[in-house]
Each structure stands twice: as C-alpha cells, then as structure tokens.
C-alpha cells in the first residue's frame, strides 16, 4: 500500500495577525474619490510563528528547505522536510 506524501503551502507554514475591515479612498486617477472596502481578516496560526515574508526570505538564503513548484502558482513543501527542519532547530 502506498502512503501519499504530505504537502503544506506558505500560508499553512506562516502564521499572520488579525486585520480589521478598511474603507480605501481612492485620491487620483480614473477612480478618484471612490471608495472600496477591504474585508477585516481573522489571525492565521501556522506551523511556525513567522510571516510568510520571513519565511521566503529564509528559503532564499538557504536557512529553510526549498520548495517544490508544482506548477502555475503552486509552491510547496513537503511536509516531512519541514519537520525535520523544526526538530534540527530546536535539538
């Protein structure tokens, strides 16, 4: 029996605050002086307390394992990469 190989995307790695609801007001060009609400966001906990800005950073200089590009816009991780990166840092 095969066992499938676990993924986690960014978003599942990071963890990002709480944002409230925003009224933008937009001040120049075509759409000056119209308004556009921005949906409040709820706090994301991922695995690691980092941003995903923190985290691409770290996969850039070689301090987190690299992902794997599945294509389009799909980048991921496999997961047992990733906890075994968790186990190095904390022994």
């Given at each position: 029996m095969?066992?499938?190989?676990q993924f986690y995307r960014a978003k599942q790695i990071a963890s990002a605050p709480a944002t409230p609801e925003k009224i933008h007001v937009y001040k120049t060009g075509a759409n000056a002086g119209k308004t556009r609400?921005?949906?409040?966001?709820?706090?994301r906990q991922g695995i690691l307390p980092i941003s995903e800005k923190t985290l691409w950073a770290w996969t850039r200089e070689g301090k987190f394992p690299?992902?794997?590009?599945?294509g389009g816009n799909?980048?991921?991780?496999?997961a047992s990469d990733v906890q075994k990166w968790i186990e190095e840092q904390s022994a």
């Open positions: 095969q066992t499938r190989e609400k921005l949906n409040a966001k709820p706090a690299q992902p794997i590009r599945m799909v980048t991921v991780w496999r």
